[in-house]
Structure formats: C-alpha cells, structure tokens
C-alpha cells in the first residue's frame, strides 16, 4: 500500500519511539527524502551524491531502526530481514557511488 495517515502515524511512532525529536517531521523528511533520493538515482540525476547518501541513510536505519538484537523475540524475524534488507541497499549504494566515481576520472 502507499502512505496514507495511519502508515505516516505509524512511522512517526516507530521514530518516536526511538527517542528521536519531532518525529512526525521526521516520518515526512525521510519519505521526502525516500522519494526524491529515488527519483534522482533512477534518472541518473546527481547520481554520485545521491548515491552516496542513500548509502548512508540505509546503514544508519540499520543500525538504529532495525537492530535487531535489541528486539524481543517476536520481533526479531522481523527487524533481522530489515536489517539485512538495508545492509544489502547499502552495499549496492556502493557499488553505484563507486561505479560514478570510477567512470567520472
């Protein structure tokens, strides 16, 4: 489904619940962020920079969102295929940045 009002409730809950201020704000900064980020690496559109901080943004909602060994155990099939999701998105941002990198000297 899209991001209807219980969805964005809900990550900005999930956000909250992390200790982070503001996290409504948050909830729509990261679906911003999510969005246009997309956008740009599909369109080849500053393709390095980007690249580069999409990388960031999935290792770090790995580690903060999505470790999974601070979850009870119902939850840790759940945040474990998370976490791995963003490892992997984070490799492959990497390999984009690289790629960019190579092929731009």
Not at 31 to 56: D, H, R
Request: hydrophobic share 55%.
């Amino acid at each position: 489904g899209g991001i209807d009002a219980g969805t964005l409730k809900a990550l900005a809950g999930y956000i909250g619940s992390r200790g982070l201020p503001a996290p409504e704000v948050l909830a729509y900064a990261a679906i911003a962020f999510e969005i246009v980020a997309g956008f740009a690496v599909m369109l080849g559109y500053l393709t390095l920079p980007v690249s580069a901080l999409l990388a960031a943004y999935c290792l770090t909602t790995a580690l903060f969102f999505h470790n999974f060994w601070t979850f009870p155990p119902e939850q840790l099939q759940n945040q474990l295929t998370h976490f791995f999701k963003n490892i992997a998105l984070t490799g492959a941002f990497l390999i984009l940045f690289g790629d960019k990198l190579r092929t731009r000297a």
